[in-house]
Every structure is written in structure tokens, then in C-alpha cells.
């Protein structure tokens, strides 16, 4: 059984900077696609970055690219979201996602969440 748990997340003030991380425990994650979703106040949960096994990382948009970086560390059994030049619409719940699927549609393990609130 795969556990994923997300932590970093918390208040800060609009063009701050904060690194999420999502530590997996019950399997390596080395062959594993790993995500970054979001979900704001009463929206659908989207999709941030992801980053393949072999470090090809993707990113939803130009709404985070060049602002966020997803990176992994595989010994650590860990993969980080940094995140900087926060904005408020980047207030949501992030959620870690992993799959043993190179581009999975959907994935099949996830965290819990951990909260992130930009202030304007």
C-alpha cells in the first residue's frame, strides 16, 4: 500500500515563495509518474506539473511555468513543488498524485492535500 502525504503548505503574502513536499512511503517511487494538482474554493481539482521518471517535467500552463518547479528525489522517496512569485489565485488545496503510468489520464494514488493561501 502506497501512502502519499503532502506538507509545506500554509499562509503567505502574494510574491512569496513556498516548497511543497510530498513524501511517498510504501514503495520507491523511481519508475513512478509523479504529479501536482490543485483545487481552489468551489472549483474542479486541476492539474499543476508533473515529472516523469525520468525527469520530464510538465506543466499546465503559462500560469505556472516559470513560477513553479516540480523536481524529485528518488532516494528520498520525495517530490517537491517550489513555488514562488505566489499570486491569490494560486490559493487552493495541492495534492500529490502518483502513477506507475508514463502519461497517465488519471492517477491512482493520492495524498490528502495540503493547504496553500496566498494573501493579497
Known amino acids: 500500500q502506497m501512502v502519499l502525504v503532502e506538507s509545506g503548505g500554509g499562509l503567505v503574502q502574494a510574491g512569496g515563495s513556498l516548497r511543497l513536499s510530498c513524501a511517498v512511503s510504501g514503495r520507491t517511487i523511481g519508475s513512478l509518474t509523479m504529479a501536482w494538482f490543485r483545487q481552489a474554493p468551489e472549483q474542479e481539482r486541476k492539474f499543476v506539473a508533473s515529472?516523469?521518471?525520468?525527469?520530464?517535467?510538465?506543466y499546465a500552463d503559462d500560469s505556472v511555468k516559470g513560477r513553479f518547479t516540480i523536481s524529485r528525489d528518488n532516494a528520498k522517496s520525495t517530490v517537491y513543488l517550489q513555488m514562488s512569485s505566489l499570486k491569490f489565485e494560486d490559493t487552493a488545496v495541492y495534492y500529490c498524485a502518483a502513477d506507475e503510468r508514463l502519461r497517465p489520464n488519471d492517477y491512482e494514488y493520492w495524498g490528502q492535500g495540503t493547504q496553500v493561501t496566498v494573501s493579497a
Open positions: 515529472i516523469s521518471w525520468n525527469d520530464i517535467s510538465t
